[in-house]
């Protein structure tokens, strides 16, 4: 027998056997790991199933790689927990109850952020300004860093080589020249949403600019569309802030109707939360540390709502957004309006927008009636008749696409920022929202959600029920995939 024709004979039985063992170190990885038992189930079955590719797609997508808790709580200890003003002192849910009389019935809420986000105190003093796109926010935007004077933080999912990520740009680059410290993070995939990418344009224009989690460092790093910055965030001067639904792209600019999304400017301690995150991504990512007051300055007062800033991601802050909404959705009373591009809630999420139905609020979905991405779309219709068939309405809004993300509970009680309701956001990805409880700002959210009922429909069971068998299974089939959509 030839070398050659033995290897032949024993190759396929070698390639077995390490098809094996490949396939226990992930089960074990997975058993072991996994926090979701179905997650773990799930990828157990893929890998036996599918060896090969089942192995291949846990190393892509089923790993968390980044492991920042001891950086960031490094961080944390370096630059110091963002320190109120002595005059402004974090907010107890007695002082919420007190000073906030509709917000009364929410103080359980303030307790579980509290314990949820223990390194982030609800704060008073803050003002927020809700910024629609195509009006109001990027002139905003644009305008606060033309007059910066020592700093300037931004942080984008998405920031595109466009005539919107060009106009941005140029204004950081005059920053520049002025003598402003600049620092820009987009995430590594995102950057790669246009070609070429504004990285080059940036570092032209003198901008200090890096990539969050680069996902193509072969082979230190396989691949992977998890893990992302999907965190909005700029701050001026450490002093006014911005933050919600926007990445930097055209499709926002006035006269490109093509989409339309929300952002919020903000002003108060709360800013103070924005910059931490940020310097944490940034440290993260460079290794320089932010600090000091050019980044870090006092803050005073500039209104009346208590607001705090929760990140959430698959690192130390792990599912903080998804208690919070558990909690909110507990505590309501009368009603609950969520307005989100896309709408894929785990079973718990599902089963606490039923019981506030059931208990008499009334829970209202405003989901845009036609998606940027097919595959998700599908798989939301199939499971809206989860969350109607306990009475709550779904509605949808007729083009253009709405980006939006906002939550408003009893017209008091405010969540807006960057996390959609779905996996990605809730469990995959790094987000940044922020709470707030302000009637008042309440009541101008509402008005906002209204205006978009009135270019809504609502969806009822018999036209789900009556859509083509065809469409429903194809609709149930992307359902399955909601885990990794």
Not at 4 to 15: F, K, M, N, T
Not at 69 to 82: D, I, K, P
Not at 157 to 180: K, T
Not at 284 to 289: D, G, Q, S
């Amino acid at each position: 027998m030839t070398l050659e024709s033995l290897v032949l004979e024993v190759w396929p039985h070698v390639a077995a056997g390490l098809a094996v063992v490949a396939n226990l170190l992930v089960t074990g990885h997975a058993v072991l790991r996994k926090r979701d038992v179905r997650a773990a189930v799930a990828w157990v079955g893929l890998v036996w199933l599918v060896p090969l590719v089942g192995v291949v797609l846990y190393l892509i997508l089923g790993i968390n790689r980044i492991r920042r808790r001891a950086r960031s709580l490094t961080l944390r200890q370096e630059h110091g927990q963002f320190p109120p003003k002595p005059d402004v002192a974090p907010c107890t849910p007695e002082q919420l109850a007190a000073e906030v009389p509709p917000a009364a019935h929410l103080s359980s809420l303030v307790r579980l952020v509290d314990e949820v986000v223990h390194h982030r105190p609800l704060l008073p003093g803050n003002k927020l300004v809700p910024l629609e796109a195509h009006v109001g926010a990027y002139p905003a935007m644009l305008e606060a860093i033309e007059t910066a004077r020592t700093s300037i933080s931004l942080c984008s999912y998405i920031f595109d080589n466009d005539a919107a990520g060009r106009r941005f740009a140029e204004a950081l680059g005059r920053a520049v020249e002025r003598g402003v410290q600049v620092r820009v993070l987009i995430d590594a995939l995102g950057a790669r949403y246009d070609w070429p990418p504004i990285t080059g344009r940036l570092r032209r224009a003198g901008v200090r600019v890096a990539r969050f989690l680069p996902t193509l460092q072969m082979p230190a790093r396989l691949p992977f569309m998890n893990l992302r910055n999907h965190r909005k965030l700029l701050v001026v001067d450490g002093r006014v802030g911005f933050t919600g639904g926007m990445n930097i792209r055209e499709h926002f600019l006035p006269g490109h109707g093509d989409a339309r999304d929300l952002h919020f400017r903000v002003e108060g301690p709360v800013v103070g939360q924005l910059q931490e995150t940020f310097a944490e991504d940034w440290a993260f990512t460079t290794k320089e540390r932010l600090h000091g007051e050019t980044w870090f300055p006092p803050l005073e007062p500039a209104g009346p709502v208590m607001a705090r800033g929760i990140p959430d991601g698959p690192d130390e802050d792990f599912e903080t957004l998804r208690l919070t909404l558990l909690g909110a959705l507990a505590c309501a009373r009368s009603t609950v309006r969520i307005v989100t591009p896309y709408f894929l809630p785990e079973a718990a999420l599902v089963t606490a927008l039923n019981v506030a139905a059931m208990r008499g609020v009334r829970v209202d979905l405003v989901l845009p009636e036609k998606l940027n991405l097919p595959v998700v779309q599908w798989a939301s219709i199939a499971q809206l008749w989860q969350v109607m068939r306990p009475h709550s309405r779904v509605f949808l809004t007729a083009p253009p696409f709405d980006h939006t993300k906002l939550m408003v509970v009893d017209g008091v009680w405010s969540l807006l920022g960057s996390a959609n309701w779905d996996p990605r956001s809730l469990r995959l990805n790094f987000e940044f929202d922020v709470e707030c409880y302000d009637a008042p700002l309440a009541a101008r959210l509402d008005a906002l959600i209204e205006e978009r009922l009135s270019r809504s429909r609502l969806v009822t069971l018999e036209e789900l029920n009556a859509r083509p068998l065809p469409i429903r299974l194809r609709d149930g089939v992307a359902r399955l995939l909601s885990p990794y959509l």
